[in-house]
């Protein structure tokens, strides 16, 4: 994560710092609005107003009548004042809304895929205002390269807000996996606007002020869009559940596979098709798949990357194969968003190696830090290295960055020190990855789960404390989190002299677990380590349970409020087929995964 630049004792502070001023204002007033809903309204009028208003459709019948009239225009007013209790901005969220209610094209609307298209309008103006202020040409070297990324970030938050509002999943809302799909791309897009703003740390005052305005109205109505789909996923979830329980009652076995309570081995998330499934297990290539060969001695189609990336199609729906083989590859790999279903295979995860060393001590931020960038949804890595070169004087250095829905990580190296592994936003699975780092070497705000992987905290600068994630949750209503099941954590070196701990809250809401891992000696008996001295917020989720090893007691960890003691049924909730959905995307990939504990 992003920390100052000037000297070792700075380079332990981040941007992004909790501001618990805000987040205690904005947990009271999550506080009293949960009251006055219990107060005003039983908990079936709250569901039958929420179904009706963001689920059905609220219909208009003008008799020319002004009593009906405003009789209808007050019950629409009521209704939607009702559903924009859930959200964090009842305010804006009834502003908002309301003024597309009353508009001249408004017909039968979906009040969280009216909230989506409102936010995605406002962000299209930030969008518009960035670039202008960019065209400027006014900003120091640091300025400029974090306002691009700031262009970059917006536009991918309007992609994810594009994806919602047009998916077909609004007609699929009683299905877990439908809302799920929402939330998902509605959190990455909440993630992506935060990201720019982070990024300014080191910029000035000013421009730090005028990016905050221009993205106050988008943040706030895609924080509400969130809220109201969380809200209908509640309600999926209760039907599901109601609907299981009716089944089981009457003999019927459920079909559901969101949790998969068993402790056998599966093939991967049924994201991923059966031909990617023995493509991940097996080293020939499927028939009809596209392949392209990248050897540095020239005996392939490129002897880049990047060149092979450049001349791949854009959304192709089938599996493109890109074979690197052994030898270090420097250079910077992005695989854009319009590149889909690729399918990156070294010849093995010592062998062949992408290499970088961009930092951000010699003026790269850290999002653009990365040497592997990928953002193309389908993503799949098996048997390669990344790696960033730069060192743990060079500060924050990405290995590799994932903002890909539906992304694999197999067998893979993930090779650096501080910032080693952005998994950035979306859902994501590694598996039997090695990943090394110092300072907070696994950080984001994606929905990730990492099983059966080797973790090695390597030795740091002097002064400084490991810790091994970063979890950037922003919002209550994002389904993110860092979960780590049946990994081992191990120490890289001689870290006797090191204070070395699990993660510590980069956020409001940071959410990390750790489930049935075997951690090494050296971690430190306190378990977390607070942000910058300060206590963390009650809103905050750290669990761990059932792990083994000499780092794993329990006795004299820290005393905070939000770390959790689970239970079973609690954890399965962080497991691959509740917490990424992944019974329905990883089987198709052909990794072999656990589903349930």
Same mark, same amino acid.
């Given at each position: 994560m992003s920390m100052s630049m000037s000297s070792v004792t700075s380079s332990w502070k981040a941007y992004g710092k909790i501001d618990e001023a805000e987040q205690q204002r904005l947990e009271a007033r999550r506080k009293s609005r949960k009251r006055i809903v219990i107060i005003s309204l039983s908990s079936i009028f709250l569901v039958a107003v929420i179904v009706g208003a963001v689920v059905g459709t609220v219909s208009h019948h003008h008799d020319g009548s002004a009593g009906t009239g405003g009789e209808a225009a007050s019950s629409i007013s009521n209704s939607i004042k009702a559903a924009c209790k859930v959200t964090l901005y009842p305010d804006s969220c009834y502003t908002s809304l309301y003024a597309m209610v009353n508009s001249s094209n408004f017909d039968t609307p979906n009040l969280a895929k009216l909230s989506v298209q409102v936010a995605m309008t406002e962000l299209s103006k930030v969008s518009g205002k960035v670039s202008q202020l960019q065209s400027q040409g006014k900003l120091d070297k640091i300025s400029a390269a974090a306002l691009q990324n700031c262009i970059e970030l917006t536009d991918l938050a309007i992609y994810h807000l594009n994806d919602t509002l047009y998916s077909s999943n609004w007609g699929q809302l009683t299905t877990l996996e439908a809302v799920d799909d929402l939330r998902t791309w509605l959190s990455a897009a909440g993630t992506n606007q935060q990201t720019c703003l982070d990024g300014l740390e080191n910029s000035s005052q000013e421009l730090q002020a005028t990016m905050a305005r221009y993205t106050l109205n988008s943040t706030e109505f895609t924080s509400n869009s969130l809220a109201l789909v969380t809200a209908i996923s509640? $309600?999926?979830?209760? $039907? %599901?559940? &109601? &609907?299981?329980?009716?089944? =089981?009652? =009457?003999?019927?076995?459920?079909? =559901?596979? %969101?949790?998969?309570?068993?402790?056998?081995?599966?093939?991967?998330?049924?994201?991923?098709?059966?031909?990617?499934?023995?493509?991940?297990? =097996?080293?020939?290539?499927?028939?009809d798949a596209m392949v392209v060969i990248v050897a540095k001695d020239g005996s392939g189609n490129y002897t880049t990357i990047g060149a092979a990336l450049n001349a791949l199609p854009e959304k192709s729906s089938k599996r493109i194969i890109i074979h690197v083989k052994k030898g270090v590859y420097t250079e910077k790999v992005i695989v854009d968003k319009s590149k889909w279903n690729v399918m990156m295979v070294g010849d093995g995860m010592n062998v062949s190696i992408v290499s970088g060393s961009l930092n951000v001590v010699d003026g790269t931020p850290t999002f653009s830090s990365a040497t592997v960038a990928v953002f193309g949804k389908g993503f799949i890595a098996r048997d390669i290295g990344f790696r960033n070169t730069a060192g743990a004087i060079k500060q924050q250095a990405v290995a590799l960055l994932s903002a890909a829905d539906e992304s694999v990580f197999y067998r893979c190296s993930i090779d650096a020190f501080q910032d080693t592994l952005y998994t950035h936003s979306l859902r994501q699975f590694y598996c039997e990855c090695d990943i090394y780092g110092t300072v907070d070497f696994i950080f984001g705000n994606a929905a990730v789960v990492f099983q059966n992987c080797n973790i090695w905290a390597r030795v740091p600068l002097s002064g400084q404390q490991n810790t091994i994630t970063a979890q950037g949750k922003i919002d209550p209503n994002q389904n993110t989190g860092i979960s780590i099941h049946n990994c081992t954590i191990s120490a890289f070196g001689n870290l006797a002299s090191v204070n070395s701990y699990l993660g510590r809250p980069w956020k409001n809401y940071s959410t990390t677990v750790y489930m049935r891992s075997t951690m090494g000696s050296f971690i430190n008996p306190a378990g977390w380590l607070s942000w910058m001295g300060n206590t963390p917020p009650t809103t905050i989720f750290y669990a761990e349970f059932r792990n083994l090893g000499l780092g794993s007691s329990t006795k004299n960890r820290v005393k905070w409020k939000g770390l959790r003691k689970l239970t079973l049924r609690q954890a399965r909730q962080f497991t691959v087929g509740s917490f990424i959905q992944g019974n329905n995307w990883l089987p198709q990939a052909g990794v072999t995964y656990r589903s349930g504990m």
């Open positions: 509640d $309600i999926a979830s209760s $039907i %599901n559940l &109601r &609907r299981r329980r009716l089944m =089981s009652s =009457s003999g019927t076995t459920s079909t =559901s596979h %969101n949790v998969d309570d068993s402790d056998g081995e599966h093939p991967m998330p049924r994201w991923l098709t059966s031909k990617d499934r023995k493509l991940l297990q =097996s080293n020939s290539a499927a028939a």
